[in-house]
């Protein structure tokens, strides 16, 4: 044989060994799958919810249906406002309550007079809807509609005709404000409401009266790219919750047949989706920036903190959810300051924990097996969520060795699956190898389109992650691992009864210095180790510092009194132990609209703290108060009285000073409640004169 026909056949063989390779066939799905529209939902991960309708203007969660349009007048109203805040958080779209409970439609829609048309706004020219589908489109967004099947302003709610009417609704949402990314179906519906001004009770079957197979059709046929939600899907469902949280173990696949929307059961036996469930409807986790869904000027100091949204973001997105993130759209018609500044400070953080991959400073990466060519480990090193690692037919399980040039430290471990043919993984290690040898990080469940682990701080020559079990071949798409700056936030302070105060943050490994004269602290300051005994009045500042980039928070101050340890509630109601527990999530129900309590030692008291109750919905909160001290328990004399301004909207602490009296005993006595219910208190303070 020449030379030339040698060389001729060695490439033809290399030809047909690289074709035969190239062919390796991928694995066959393992069902349920998404279908193409799930799949690029699934990559939104991240939208806003905006909660902005009437409720806005009532100062409620749920309207009756029997408000006046007239209510409906937002002063400053900026769609724009809305898509730019969205945007700057890598947010991708927004969906809002076109029409909640109450009916009220912020379109003019043609099925109702209850709606925008005939309020204020814009003398009734105006639409809501119209200008957040610009604003979405104007910023690159994706605009998203909430209709509520329940409606309690409309007459025909409960007969059949009012599903006519609600999906005109739809037809018109779907039709007239270009495209929608997701349809969203609340599951809460029956019961009171205006009804047309029939104010009765009407009860629905869940399961029957709203016809959603021909609904869903309808979408279907006016937008065939959107996904629907609800608690059954069919497309994406609801985690089962409202603080944001999917759980350790999520399933995309959900026996979606046994599940109906609003299905009291649904919560605990569902919403966690199955290994075995029949079809693919990821779960959404839904939740609002404050306590409410709507705004409460008095909800503006409850903006969640870092460590809260924090907990979110990792217990959605990190556990293989998207995060729908509510923000109370306030009377303006704005996203209020406060959400603001605290939507920054997530996403900044986030920012800062995922900064940078360190698996880009791997000098190796194999596999202890693999399906041949095109589906090797290093596919999950290229950020590509269609080319992934797996193994041959049959082999449940695997594993992927990382090994770096210089030991790592890192402390968050990010992974997906390439879903589109199946969530697999029910069962993975996480391994990592330092001098003492190898060492497991983390056994976990499920992955599916990214699960984040936070660990504490590992160091690690190299890493390795293993399949342990599957519902099928493990398909691994992204394999990444971050080293988080800590959290230095202000440490938090408690304090118990009997005056030993605890200081802490949210993150381990982060010091705590504190004064207690006044003194701004510093990293020479007492170091806090264990709960500290203070037994007189005294100024504490603490900071929290982490040692291994000095980075150091926010100075915590809070003014310290005599210990509660000898006090006694002398006024009788409900839980008068609450009164004085220095927990201000308990409450005291006063019977006679005061708050008695013997100090147990006479003290030159100089002012008072009231702590209003800080539940979600309060009641019996003081707005008019008087004063009272005592030497003996029987002569008393007034010391202040007054309004505690703006409580309604703003239930903080409140501090109360007056010229120091010797005194025993001092009774707090409501002059008025905002309800008129019985004086509630979630804590009562003296302040002693120093
Ligand atoms: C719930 C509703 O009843 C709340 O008002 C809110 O809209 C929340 C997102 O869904 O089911």
Known sequence: MNYRISMLIMLLMAVLISCNSSTTPPPTPVLPVPNEHQLAWQDLEFYGFVHFNMNTFTNMEWGTGAEDPELFNPTEFDANQWAQVCKDAGMKGIIITAKHHDGFCLWPTSTTEHSVKNSPYKNGEGDIIQEIADACKAHGLKFGVYLSPWDRNHAAYGSPEYVEIFRTQLRELLTQYGDIFEVWFDGANGGTGYYGGANEDRKVDKKSYYDWPTTYALVRELQPQA???????????????????????????????????????????????????????????DVSIRPGWYYHEYEDHKVRSLPELLDIYYKSIGRNASLLLNFPVDRRGLIHENDIAQLNILTAKIAEDFAENLVTKQTSITSDKDRGRGFEAKNVLDEKLDTYWTTPDGELSGSITIEFKEPIIFNRFLVQEHIALGQRVKEFKLEAENEAGWETIAEETTIGYKRILRLPDTKAKSIRFTVVDARGIPTIANLAVYNATKLVLAPEVTRSRDGNVTLSVPEEGVDIFYSLDGSTPSSVSEKYTAPFLVETGAE?????????????????????????????????????????????????????????????????????TYMPMQNRYMSGVVSLYECHVSLDGRTWKKAAEGEFGNIANSPILQRVTFDPIEARFIRLKAIKTLDGNPASFAELGVITER
Do not use: C
């Not at 599940?259 to 990821?282: D, I, R």
């Not at 004085?580 to 008291?605: F, H, K, Q, R």
């Open 227 to 285: 996904v629907i939600f609800g608690d059954a899907g069919p497309d994406v469902r609801w985690v089962g919750n409202e603080h944001g949280f999917a759980y350790e173990t999520t399933w995309s696949n959900l026996m979606r047949d046994s599940v109906y929307g609003g299905m009291p059961e649904y919560s605990e036996k569902y919403s966690a989706g199955q290994e075995n469930g029949t079809h693919w409807v990821p779960a959404e986790a």
């Open 540 to 608: 504490l500042q603490a900071i929290a510092m982490d040692p291994a980039t000095g980075l150091q928070s926010e100075v915590t101050t809070a003014a310290l009194d005599i210990p509660k340890k000898n006090w006694k509630v002398l006024s009788s109601g409900r839980n008068p132990d609450n009164l004085i527990d220095e927990d201000m999530g308990t409450n005291y129900i006063s019977d006679n609209m005061e708050a008695v309590i013997d100090l147990g030692a006479a003290y030159s008291l100089a002012g008072f």
